[in-house]
C-alpha cells in the first residue's frame, strides 16, 4: 500500500466528540451570512401554485461558487423551496463590491440578489419514492468569465432514482442495469445512492454588470434539445415534465451573435477553483478497492508536487488522498489518510508557500447526521506534508427544517484568495450562505 502523502498531526486536546472538536479557536476569522431564506409555501404537491414567492423564498440553498470581475464579488448557488436538487430548483447570485484597496466587501446595494437560473418547471418537493412514469427536472450551472464577459451555461437534469452501486453514483446518459435501478430509497436492500439524469437540454446566457449588480445582456440560447422520454434502465423510459420559459422559448445557439459563439465554443473560462486531473473512469479508485471518492481540493506543496484531498463514501472519516509530480499528470487511486474529517474540503497556498486545508467534522448522512458536518476547520503546513497547526474556524449546531439531505453545519467550500485575505464561501445546514475572511498575514502566523 503506498503510504499517505500527508500527515496531520492533531492538537492534544483533539476530540472527535467535543461538539468544538477541542480545538483552539482562530480569532482573526470574521464570519458572515449573506442569505437567510424565507419558507417557502409554493410547492405544487403541497398545494402551492409552483411559483416562488420571491428571491428570498426557499430554504434550500447550497453549492455555492465564485467568481470575480473587476472589483464585483459575485457568489452563487442551486436554491429551491426545502430540498436538495428538488424538482424546479433554480440558482441565485448575490454581487457584492470591495473598496479600493480590495480589503471589504459591500454586499447592501439595491438589486445586488438575483435569479441567474430560472426554474425550469413548477417548484415541487422533492420524493423519496419516484414518480413511475415522470422526471420531474431541474436547472444546474454555472457562472462563467471568459474574454471579460460574464455567461450563465447550464443544463437540465433531474435527480430521480436510487442505485445499490456506487460506481453509478452521479450522472447518467444510458440506461442502467434493471438490478441497479430503483425508484424509491431502499436502505434495507442498498439503494441509497442517488442518481442525476442528464435530459440533454443545454443552455448559455449573457450578463452583465450594472451598476454593481448582474444584469441579463441576451435572451437563453438552447445548444442542445431536450429529450422527452428518458430510459431509466433497460427497457423502462419515463417522460419528463415539460419546461417553462425562457426553456420552452430558447432561441436556437446558432442565432447568438458571433462574439457569445466564439467565447462559449473557443473560449476558456477563468478558473476560480481547482478541478483534479485523472484518466477516464479513474476518478473514484482507492488502494483499497472500495471506490467510493466524491469531493475533492487540490494543493501544490514546496516541492511542486501536487496533492487531491477527497472524501470516501464507502469508508467515511478521514480524507484521502493521492500525489503526483506534475500538474499535467493524472492522479492515481487515493489511499487513506489520517486528517481527520469529511465531505467537501477547500486548499490553498499562502505567498509563502505554506499550504491550508479547510475541512469539515465527520460526515454521514444516513448514521450520524446529527454529528456531521457542523465544525468548519483549518489546517496548515509548512511543507505541505506535515500539518500541525489546527484550527476551529466556526461551529453552528442548528436543526434543519426537515428538507430532504439538509443537516450540519457550515459545508461545502468554496475559497479565492484575493489581495490580503482568504475569502471562503459556504453554505449553513443547506439553508444559508455564509462567508468567511481569514487575513493572509494571520494564516502565516498561525
Not at 455555492?64 to 423551496?81: C, E
Not at 455567461?151 to 452501486?165: K, M, P, Q, R, V
Not at 484531498?309 to 487511486?333: I, M, Q, V
Request: hydrophobic share 35%; proline share 9%.
Amino acid at each position: 500500500m503506498t503510504p499517505s502523502p500527508i500527515r496531520w498531526v492533531p492538537p492534544a486536546t483533539f476530540d472527535a466528540d467535543a461538539p468544538d472538536l477541542g480545538l483552539p479557536p482562530f480569532p482573526a476569522a470574521e464570519h458572515t451570512v449573506l442569505y437567510d431564506p424565507l419558507p417557502c409555501a409554493a410547492n405544487v404537491d403541497e398545494g402551492g401554485d409552483g411559483r416562488y414567492e420571491s428571491l428570498r423564498h426557499g430554504t434550500y440553498s447550497h453549492h455555492p461558487a465564485i467568481v470575480l470581475k473587476d472589483r464585483t464579488f459575485i457568489v452563487y448557488w442551486t436554491q429551491h423551496s426545502k430540498d436538495e436538487n428538488g424538482p424546479g430548483q433554480r440558482m441565485l447570485a448575490y454581487a457584492g463590491q470591495f473598496d479600493s484597496a480590495f480589503e471589504e466587501i459591500d454586499w447592501s446595494r439595491d438589486g445586488a440578489l438575483v435569479e441567474i437560473i430560472p426554474p425550469p418547471i413548477p417548484v415541487r418537493r422533492r420524493p423519496w419514492n419516484h414518480d413511475p412514469h415522470v422526471i420531474y427536472p431541474y436547472a444546474l450551472g454555472s457562472l462563467q468569465l471568459v474574454n471579460g464577459r460574464l455567461y450563465t451555461s447550464g443544463l437540465i437534469i433531474a435527480c430521480h432514482g436510487y442505485t445499490n452501486d456506487v460506481k453509478y453514483h452521479g450522472f447518467q446518459t444510458r440506461p442502467l442495469p434493471a438490478s441497479a435501478w430503483s425508484d424509491d430509497l431502499d436502505r434495507e436492500r442498498g439503494f441509497i445512492y442517488d442518481l442525476w439524469l442528464d435530459l440533454g437540454l443545454r443552455f448559455v446566457q449573457r450578463w452583465r454588470i450594472q451598476d454593481g449588480v448582474l444584469v441579463a445582456d441576451s435572451p437563453m440560447y438552447a445548444q442542445a434539445p431536450l429529450t422527452p422520454r428518458f430510459e431509466v434502465c433497460d427497457g423502462r423510459w419515463k417522460d419528463v415534465a415539460p419546461l417553462l420559459p425562457p426553456y420552452s422559448e430558447a432561441l436556437p445557439f446558432d442565432a447568438a451573435p458571433t462574439e457569445m459563439h466564439d467565447d462559449i465554443l473557443n473560449g476558456i473560462p477563468v478558473q476560480f477553483a481547482r478541478h483534479a486531473k485523472y484518466a477516464p473512469g479513474t476518478s473514484r479508485l482507492t488502494e483499497d478497492g472500495t471506490n467510493g471518492l466524491a469531493h475533492e481540493t487540490e494543493f501544490r506543496r514546496r516541492d511542486g508536487k501536487w496533492i487531491v484531498l477527497r472524501d470516501n463514501l464507502e469508508r467515511r472519516g478521514h480524507y484521502w488522498a493521492a500525489l503526483k509530480e506534475r500538474e499535467e499528470d493524472c492522479y492515481p487511486p487515493a489511499v487513506e489518510t489520517n486528517l481527520y474529517g469529511g465531505a467537501m474540503p477547500v486548499a490553498g497556498e499562502l505567498p509563502s508557500g505554506r499550504v491550508w486545508v479547510i475541512c469539515n467534522s465527520f460526515d454521514d448522512y444516513y448514521k450520524a447526521a446529527d454529528r456531521s458536518r457542523k465544525v468548519m476547520f483549518i489546517t496548515l503546513s509548512d511543507d505541505g506534508i506535515t500539518f500541525d497547526r489546527t484550527y476551529e474556524l466556526l461551529h453552528v449546531d442548528r436543526q434543519p427544517d426537515g428538507g430532504m439531505y439538509k443537516f450540519g453545519g457550515p459545508q461545502y467550500y468554496k475559497a479565492l484568495t484575493v489581495g490580503k485575505n482568504v475569502w471562503v464561501v459556504y453554505s449553513i445546514t443547506k439553508e444559508k450562505v455564509g462567508v468567511t475572511k481569514l487575513p493572509v498575514d494571520a494564516l502565516e502566523e498561525a
